[in-house]
């Protein structure tokens, strides 16, 4: 109720000042009636702090529109922050509430079975083949309590050359990596995503009590073409 009171008292201001009211005689009107000098009537509803602030805010000089412009365009960045940052908070709650755990998958003794699987039931795309794309795919393969694949998403695509031992782009970003064929890279993800829903198990995690929960794993594919026989 007091700022709003406030409030009123700033735009009563402005509004005789842009009337062309003197600002200085209009200043000394609004000291004498907080003395009660302008009327017989000594007491009066002015508030000192108020009269103090409303003094100030009529020789305060007014936003230049250069800053005005920044405050405005500023805006969307502002807006954009605080939209991460609630992505990020919903992200962190999701995963508390999955209650998974997160594991790297390389291809060891381990992982064997796995990676015999992916390399015999995957097909390499024809239009890779014809544009000559090689690539590693990472794929995140959540599988649930028994170990069961339950969603896969890509998680990061590398451009690699076709020997297979370097990388020539990390993390394919077809906004970016215009210089490829997006649509090699979109069957080799699709195709990703085929083989590890198909896989019979995949992992399961267990929490400190040793009771099994989901499992999140990242599972790298490699579509790499040689001079005799894809890979």
């Known amino acids: 109720r007091h700022a709003l009171r406030s409030e009123h008292e700033f735009i009563a201001d402005n509004r005789v000042l842009l009337e062309g009211f003197d600002k200085v005689e209009y200043q000394k009107l609004l000291f004498e009636r907080s003395l009660g000098i ?14 103090k602030k409303r003094l100030k805010m009529m020789t305060t000089s007014k936003s230049s529109s250069l ?9 969307p960045v502002l807006l954009f922050a605080m939209l991460i940052m609630t992505v990020n908070i919903q ?6 509430k999955d ?13 064997v079975d796995m990676f015999k699987f992916i390399r015999e039931n995957t097909v390499y795309p024809a239009t890779a083949k014809r544009n000559k794309i090689s690539a590693t795919v990472y794929v995140e393969v959540m599988g649930d309590e028994n170990g069961k694949v339950i969603s896969a998403k890509i998680k990061r695509t590398d451009i690699i050359d076709n020997s297979g031992k370097s990388v020539l782009i990390k993390g394919y970003n077809p906004k970016i990596n215009r210089e490829i064929d997006s649509k090699s890279v979109a069957d ?9 829903m ?6 399961h995690g267990e929490d400190k009590n040793g009771n099994k929960i989901k499992a999140l794993v990242v599972i790298p594919i490699r579509f790499v073409l040689s001079n005799a026989k894809d890979k």
């Open 38 to 51: 302008a009327s017989f009537n000594l007491t009066n509803h002015f508030n000192y702090s108020l009269l």
């Open 67 to 75: 800053i005005k412009i920044k405050y405005v365009l500023s805006m």
């Open 91 to 96: 992200s962190y709650g999701q995963k508390e």
């Open 99 to 111: 209650n998974s755990s997160f594991n790297s998958v390389t291809e060891d003794d381990e992982n």
């Open 188 to 196: 080799i993800e699709a195709e990703s995503i085929r083989v590890c």
């Open 198 to 203: 198909l896989l019979p198990k995949t992992y």
